[in-house]
C-alpha cells in the first residue's frame, strides 16, 4: 500500500507542472532580430477576445491563431508595418494598443490635447478675472462704509 500512495503522490505533484508546460510555445528563429520582432509586435497586438491583453499573454484560442499567423508571416519575410496592416484587416482597428493617426481617430488623439487647452484657458480666465476683482480700488461711498463698521468694531 505504501508503495502505491508515493508514486500517486509524486503524480499528483507533478501533474500541474506537466499542464503549465502544456502551454508554452516554442518558437524557432534563426535570427534573433526576428525573434525580437516576433516579440514586439505580440506585445503591440491587442487580443479580440481579451479586454486589455496582449496576444502574448493571452490564453485564448483566437490569441494562438494570432501568434501563429504573425510567426508566418515574419517566416514568409513581411515587414512590421505589412503584418500590422494584415492583423487590423482581419481584426479591426481594436488590436492596434496605439491607434494610427486617421481621419476617423483624430477625435481620439486630439480631445486629450484639446482639453488640455481648455483647463488652461480656463485657469487663465478664472485668475485674471480674480485679479480684476481684487485690484479694484474701494469707491468713496464703500470706504466711508468700511470706517464706519470699523469704528463700530471697536467701540463694541
Given at each position: 500500500?505504501?508503495?502505491?500512495?508515493?508514486?500517486?503522490?509524486?503524480?499528483?505533484?507533478?501533474?500541474?507542472?506537466?499542464?503549465?508546460?502544456?502551454?508554452?510555445?516554442?518558437?524557432?528563429?534563426?535570427?534573433?532580430?526576428?525573434?525580437?520582432?516576433?516579440?514586439?509586435?505580440?506585445?503591440?497586438?491587442?487580443?479580440?477576445?481579451?479586454?486589455?491583453?496582449?496576444?502574448?499573454?493571452?490564453?485564448?484560442?483566437?490569441?494562438?491563431?494570432?501568434?501563429?499567423?504573425?510567426y508566418?508571416l515574419?517566416?514568409?519575410?513581411?515587414?512590421?508595418?505589412?503584418?500590422?496592416?494584415?492583423?487590423?484587416?482581419?481584426?479591426?482597428?481594436?488590436?492596434?494598443?496605439?491607434?494610427?493617426?486617421?481621419?476617423?481617430t483624430?477625435?481620439?488623439?486630439?480631445?486629450?490635447?484639446?482639453?488640455?487647452?481648455?483647463?488652461?484657458?480656463?485657469?487663465?480666465?478664472?485668475?485674471?478675472?480674480?485679479?480684476?476683482?481684487?485690484?479694484?480700488?474701494?469707491?468713496?461711498?464703500?470706504?466711508?462704509?468700511?470706517?464706519?463698521?470699523?469704528?463700530?468694531?471697536?467701540?463694541?
Open positions: 500500500m505504501a508503495r502505491m500512495i508515493r508514486p500517486l503522490l509524486a503524480l499528483l505533484i507533478l501533474l500541474p507542472l506537466f499542464a503549465l508546460a502544456g502551454g508554452i510555445e516554442v518558437r524557432q528563429f534563426d535570427d534573433p532580430v526576428l525573434e525580437r520582432r516576433y516579440q514586439d509586435l505580440t506585445a503591440t497586438l491587442r487580443c479580440p477576445k481579451c479586454q486589455n491583453q496582449a496576444i502574448d499573454d493571452s490564453d485564448s484560442p483566437i490569441a494562438g491563431d494570432m501568434r501563429d499567423r504573425v508566418t515574419l517566416q514568409d519575410g513581411r515587414s512590421d508595418k505589412e503584418i500590422l496592416d494584415f492583423m487590423v484587416n482581419r481584426f479591426g482597428d481594436y488590436v492596434l494598443y496605439n491607434p494610427r493617426l486617421e481621419g476617423r483624430l477625435l481620439l488623439w486630439g480631445l486629450p490635447a484639446a482639453l488640455v487647452l481648455l483647463g488652461a484657458l480656463v485657469v487663465v480666465l478664472m485668475v485674471r478675472a480674480r485679479r480684476r476683482t481684487s485690484a479694484r480700488e474701494l469707491s468713496a461711498e464703500e470706504r466711508a462704509r468700511l470706517d464706519a463698521l470699523i469704528k463700530r468694531e471697536r467701540t463694541e
